[in-house]
């Protein structure tokens, strides 16, 4: 079917009209009916935030998405339109601020236009699915930026101040019939607020007292920090009244949900000409860190600990073993405990120490501790699943072990001169064929033990040493 160019067109092509909220609502029960992978890409939602999520859309609903930094709110703001009509005709009319449906327009601009012109002249484009979301962050965002103002040049020209033909348009008048989404809501001035209120509840714009009345078809997705948005006076109480839904986000739930968040989000990839092998163990510490640092008493839990923590990361503990791997010509690389000591670059400024708590401890020596805490559970858990005696069995008394990111895997052979059958099984690694991951696993164990407090550990010029008593 021939795509419309003109009003005539359009009409005979039996287009109807929808508002925004209309138009989800069909595309989305078409794809549950369907079922489709309603949010690709969102992990460990399914059973919780997803069917909150469909609930408002089916019900026509406004959305607060509710929760820490890192949960993927604005994703999912995101991903609002791709349930969206693939494209939507409008007026291709120069000089007027909407993109105006054919058959309902809203400004008198349109109205005039349409009244005094033939439907086979007045012609039509098409406003495609992904350029009707539009989002802003809060702070620093002013009343004209996303409900408008007053120009002085259409004053100059004439241009009644009572009339829209004097208003510059803000960006939520501009996507009329899309979608505007706005971060951080309780950083909102109070009087964007009230602007928004209008507009959630009359679907007009008033500028400077001046009532404009229009019929604005958009929805308005909001997203907040709980501690934020439940503190008295950061967002009027008109507004959060006027929300239709309020969509709790939250960190994963099972570690190793955070897991598969922490791989699918990292964007270095483990092949190429120096390949990286990640043992399952040093995944389950990376991603454990980030647990533990959302219960640690020494960070300000208000402000959480987002998923790009981990994600952030496991990036750095990848890279640290690439760059092993190219200077000691070892192929494939395989990520150690030592590397860790390269994540307080992609760390700090993702934590916000509690002053209250930490007692003056630096952001290095907070992540000193969650690191050693996370070691500390994962290797408890090997331990109580394999039996620690196996698992350590292979350091004697009275040795002293050194370990660093740039030890060849070589220099830990000396140190097994028999690996223990149980290594293959417990790290679901090769300990016994590869040399690079013997040595994970060797600073693994020995990691473990420390964390355990059954060795003792110094530290110099990046090289560690355990002295195994």
Not at 113 to 141: C, Q
Request: glycine share 6%; aromatic share 8%.
């Amino acid at each position: 079917m021939t795509t419309p160019t003109n009003l005539a067109e359009l009409k005979a092509s039996g287009w109807q009209s929808k508002t925004v909220k209309q138009e989800i609502q069909a595309n989305f029960l078409k794809a549950l009916a369907d079922g489709d992978d309603l949010f690709p890409g969102i992990l460990g939602y399914e059973n919780t935030v997803i069917p909150e999520i469909s609930l408002a859309l089916l019900a026509g609903h406004d959305m607060l998405f509710l929760g820490e930094k890192g949960q993927g709110k604005s994703r999912l703001m995101r991903q609002m339109s791709r349930f969206l009509d693939e494209a939507i005709p409008y007026l291709d009319l120069p000089g007027c601020p909407v993109h105006e449906d054919p058959l309902k327009p809203i400004t008198t601009m349109a109205k005039d236009h349409l009244s005094m012109t033939a439907d086979e002249d007045v012609k039509i484009k098409w406003w495609s699915r992904e350029d009707r979301y539009a989002e802003r962050l809060a702070p620093g965002t002013k009343f004209a930026d996303i409900v408008g103002e007053i120009d002085p040049a259409k004053l100059a020209a004439g241009a009644s101040m009572s009339t829209e033909d004097a208003l510059h348009f803000g960006l939520i008048p501009r996507m009329h019939r899309g979608l505007f989404a706005m971060n951080e809501l309780p950083e909102l001035d109070e009087l964007v607020q009230v602007g928004l209120f209008n507009i959630l509840e009359e679907r007009d714009v008033q500028i400077r007292g001046f009532p404009i009345q229009f019929d604005i078809d958009v929805m308005i997705l909001f997203s907040a920090n709980p501690s934020t948005y439940n503190r008295s006076g950061k967002v009027i109480p008109q507004l959060k009244d006027r929300i239709g839904s309020i969509v709790h986000t939250h960190y994963p739930e099972e570690r190793h949900m955070g897991i598969q968040i922490m791989e699918q989000e990292c964007e270095i990839p483990l092949d190429g000409e120096y390949p990286v092998v990640v043992p399952f163990f040093m995944k389950q510490i990376v991603e454990e860190m980030s647990r533990c640092a959302r219960q640690s008493r020494y960070i300000d839990q208000a402000s959480g600990v987002s998923a790009r923590f981990s994600i952030a990361n496991y990036a750095t503990l990848i890279a640290s073993a690439r760059r092993r791997g190219a200077v000691l010509k070892e192929t494939p690389a395989v990520p150690r405990i030592s590397d860790l000591g390269h994540l307080y670059s992609s760390s700090l400024g993702k934590l916000e120490v509690d002053l209250m708590s930490s007692h003056q401890m630096s952001e290095r020596q907070v992540l000193d501790s969650v690191m050693v805490e996370a070691i500390k559970n994962i290797f408890g858990e090997y331990v109580e699943m394999h039996g620690l005696e196996e698992i350590s069995q292979i350091f004697s008394k009275g040795v002293k072990i050194e370990v660093g990111d740039m030890l060849p895997s070589e220099h830990y052979e000396t140190l097994l001169k028999r690996v223990p059958p149980i290594w293959d099984k417990a790290f679901e690694l090769n300990a016994s064929e590869s040399a690079a991951v013997r040595a994970s696993c060797v600073e693994f164990v020995l990691a473990g033990l420390h964390a355990t407090d059954r060795i003792s550990r110094a530290q110099r010029h990046g090289v560690v040493t355990y002295n195994v008593d």
